[in-house]
Each structure stands twice: as C-alpha cells, then as structure tokens.
C-alpha cells in the first residue's frame, strides 16, 4: 500500500467518526429512500409513453428494426431495408438491438410494443449514479442528491422522447462501469477483474460512440496512472488489458468494421457537415439546464479538492470530464466532428458536481435550502421542456399510420418514395417501399448517404436541380408532414409540391399529404 492510500484510509476512517452516516446503513436504509426517486425518473421519463399512442422519436423506427431484423435472421442487418433506397452499409453493435431482442423472446410481445421498456434503462442509470456517488462520497444525503438531480436534468427527457437510442442505454450502464473499474483498481482480484471485464465489455457493445467514450476515458485513466504510479499501474492493468481483448474481440472487430465503413477518421478530423451543429448556450440551456455551469465549474473543483475521495476516483471524474469536453467543444483543438449529443454525457458529472458543492456548506438549514432551490429550479424545468419535447419529437400517430397503409396498398412494390427525416425512420419497417430521406449533412452517420439524403433535400425544398432528380431517381411519390417540425420544412415542402406541375395531391389528413409524380 502506497503512502497516498494510507493517507486516503486514515481520512476516511477519522471522518467516518466525525459523521455518523458515513457508516455503511443497514440495505433498507440504503434502498428505500431511492424508490421515491426511481418513481420520479419512471413519471418524468415516461411521459411520452404514458400520454401517446406510440413512442415519439424517430430513431425508435429503426433501432427496434434492427431488433425485429436480428429475431428473423439471426444476425445484425449489414443494411437497413429500403433506407435510402437499401443501399447504405451499417455495422451495428449488437447490444441495443439485442436487449430489445430479448425483450420479445422472453415475454412474446412484439417488438414494437416493447419501446416502454426504455424505461427500464433509466432505472437503472438512477441506480447506478446514486451508487456512484455513495461510493465516491459515502453520505447518503450525497447520494439521494446525485440521483435525484440525474432524474431531473432535461437530458434525460429528450432522450427517452427523441428515441430508444443506444447511447441511452449505454449511459445506463456507465456509472456501473466507473465503479467496477475502480473496485478493481483498490482491490485487484480475479473476481472484481472479471466482474470489471463484463461490465464494461457489455456496456462497450451498445453504440461505438459511447465505447469510444469509455474507452477514451479509461486509457487517459491509465495513463494518468502510469506516470504517477508505473509499477503498481501495471501490475493492475496488464491483466485488465488481457481478459479484455480477448473478452471484447468481437466488439472491437465490429467497430474497425464499423469504423471503415463510416470513413470515422476523416469525420473526427476533416469533415465540414458538423460545422452547423456546435453546442450553443440556447442548447445547453435547454438540455443541461443554465445552473449547471455552476456544477460544473464549482462543483468539480469541489469534488476533484476532496480528500476523503481517492486520488484514482477524483482521476476518473476528471478523465471522464475531459472527454466529454473533448466531444462537446472539440472545434478548440481542432476536432471537425461536434457531437451536440455529448450533452447527455454530462449530467453524471453535473449530478457529482452539486453532491459535492452542496456539502461545503456546514450549516444544515444553509445547505437544506440550497438543495430544494436548486431542485424546484431544474424540476419545474424539466417538466416544462418534458411537454415541448414530446411534442416536437412526435412522428407517428393513428392518422399517418392510416395514410401510411393507405398508400402501401396502393403503389407498387418497387415505387421510390421521398419523405423527411422524422417520417424517413419509420418508413424502412411500415411502407416497405424504397425511400429516399432527406437528412441535412450533420444527420448523415454514414458518408455513404450524403448522396441520397441531399437528393430527397433537394426534392422536398424545390432546389433547380429537382425535376432532373426526380427523373434520375424514377421518384413516385413524396410523403410530407402536414403540420411542423420536419426536418427539412415541412410548410416550405407543401408549398413546393403545390406549386410544381408535375406533382399532384393524391392523399390528404390532419398529419399527413401523399403526392404523386405525374409521367412526364
């Protein structure tokens, strides 16, 4: 044992005199004050199930696609059906479309009655912030106060409306990851090696985005380490590194598939579509709520200045910090790919961050009163965003399923269809239909595409290039939302088929307008 951990032990064990609830609490005292706040993250989070007949969110057409996909062929597609005209090459990770997979196996509902169960991923990321943060800071108040805040950040709402994407569910598992890394680093054995191994093996075969994250965020960890510690550090990580190659072979080798066929080199450092998409304060306010500048600015200083925790643990924060920064503001060290996503990344640390700057006020009444501010403040936040994201992220509804069906059975098999992107997600399982999506360039996952997806653009906003597009593409039909948001405009879109004499209406309800392309 190191001198620096012998200091860290005699911190504790001293502080642990001093405070009473820094003892562990019998299971019942350390559970039951969590089940109110799993309720709350069930209500909050589970508003767009609960008030809809179906999920909001484009992206759950596909990702329970590929789970549907996965049940009656037995692997991951290599493309997605009619997307994109069939043509685009995918190479999915297997986690996501596999725990929806299961979920039909187990229970024989459908797969697409199964969206709900997103729920379940929020549960458990609560959980797993709120054991997080008893490990780092073994109060029970610090702990209820992370979880709570997790729950009510407005990230969570717009992830669970926009879609059941996998980067939901490996945030789940990422607290769960960080504490099994971190009971293996204090006490390396067999046992926690290869709890450690399949947590975050697991949690690393969901989406290639957050493996990227995680696995950045542990090899700056590592690093970190072997300059301060190199004997010790590598007495922990060879075995690590080892059991988890050979462990997570087939998730790395999906990911240089994957990682080829994306072009992911020239996107991180080369690609211009993500120049529109930088995290703004508009954005971050409404995602991450304003007041969390102050956790994560003071409340981190404050975790990372606190002795009772570890060096490692605070080394870890730290680590999972900076690559957050890294993915948000990556256009200051010369990153061309701005991930607006990465906001989802950040609550784990916001949630820290307060736990930590809220105990540095002595006074009970002080601190008391600074928790309930700042909670009533974020809560009423998140439930009015709770309403507009639900409502903005709305696709599919009993009247664009009826027009959806009415036009399946009318057109031919082989007829291209165009629609936009919140409609162009769910058309591959519900029309059957070759489609071209319109996706603006900083939508587009997979290089591929950008043909295709800027061709649909093209069509649905009346570009001069159109009619010739149309006739190349052999377009039939063109599916437009009849009331906002759409990505690209859903009013200008009317006003361009309307206005071309080509294009006649052949199909009309409160949701949806059917054109046809007229022979020329």
């Known amino acids: 044992m190191t001198d620096d951990e012998s200091v860290h032990l005699r911190v504790r064990a001293q502080t642990s005199q001093q405070l009473p609830n820094r003892a562990l609490p019998p299971t019942y005292r350390l559970w039951l004050p969590l089940i109110p706040i799993l309720l709350a993250a069930l209500l909050l989070r589970g508003f767009s199930f609960f008030e809809r007949v ?193 462990a997570g072979l087939p998730v790395v080798l999906q990911i240089l598939d994957l990682t080829a066929i994306t072009q992911a080199a020239g996107v991180l450092l080369s690609a211009d579509r993500f120049d529109d998409s930088r995290v703004t304060w508009s954005i971050w306010t409404q995602t991450a709520s304003a007041v969390s500048l102050v956790f994560i600015s003071g409340g981190v200083i404050a975790l990372l200045r606190h002795r009772v925790i570890p060096l490692s643990d605070r080394l870890m924060i730290l680590c999972y910090l900076v690559v957050c920064g890294l993915f948000a503001f990556g256009w200051i060290v010369g990153l061309r790919f701005y991930y607006l996503r990465a906001l989802f990344f950040f609550p784990l640390i916001f949630a820290l961050g307060a736990a930590a700057l809220f105990w540095l006020w002595r006074p009970l009444w002080l601190r008391s009163l600074v928790v309930v501010l700042v909670i009533t403040n974020i809560g009423f936040g998140s439930l009015l965003r709770t309403e507009e994201v639900n409502t903005y992220y709305t696709t599919l509804t009993p009247r664009v399923l009826e027009g959806v069906e009415w036009l399946r059975q009318y057109s031919e098999p082989g007829d291209v269809v165009v629609v936009g992107t919140f409609l162009g997600f769910q058309m591959s399982r519900l029309l059957n239909r070759p489609t071209l999506v319109a996706l603006t360039p900083e939508l587009v996952g997979n290089p591929q595409e950008l043909e295709t997806a800027a061709d649909a653009v093209a069509i649905l906003m009346g570009l001069e290039n159109m009619d010739a597009i149309i006739n190349e593409r052999d377009v039939r039909y063109i599916i437009v939302k009849a009331n906002a948001p759409d990505i690209p405009d859903a009013a200008r879109a009317q006003l361009v088929m309307d206005a071309n004499p080509r294009i006649r209406l052949l199909y009309r309800n409160r949701d949806l307008l059917i054109y046809e392309v007229l022979s020329s």
């Open 54 to 246: 179906y999920p909001t969110g484009a992206d759950y057409g596909h990702h329970l696609l590929y789970a549907e996909l996965f049940l009656t062929q037995g692997r991951l597609p290599t493309a997605v059906p009619f997307f994109q005209l069939g043509t685009t090459e995918w190479s999915v990770l297997p986690g996501g479309s596999l725990s929806y997979a299961l979920g039909e196996l187990f229970s024989g509902t459908p797969v697409f009655e199964l969206a709900a169960t997103t729920l379940i991923y929020s549960l458990i990321e609560t959980t797993g912030v709120y054991l997080l943060a008893w490990r780092l800071f073994r109060r029970l108040d610090a702990a209820l106060t992370a979880a709570l805040l997790i729950v009510l950040f407005p990230a969570g709402v717009d992830i669970v409306a926009w879609s059941g994407y996998p980067n939901l569910i490996a945030l789940a598992f990422i607290p769960f990851a960080l504490i099994a890394w971190l009971d293996y680093w204090h006490a390396p054995s067999w046992r926690s090696l290869l709890l450690t191994i399949v947590i975050v093996v697991g949690m690393m075969s969901v989406h290639h985005l957050s493996t990227l994250w995680m696995g950045l965020t542990f090899a700056l960890f590592a690093a970190l380490h072997l300059i301060l510690r190199p004997y010790s550090s590598l007495r922990k990580l060879i075995p690590l590194g080892v059991v988890g190659v050979i």
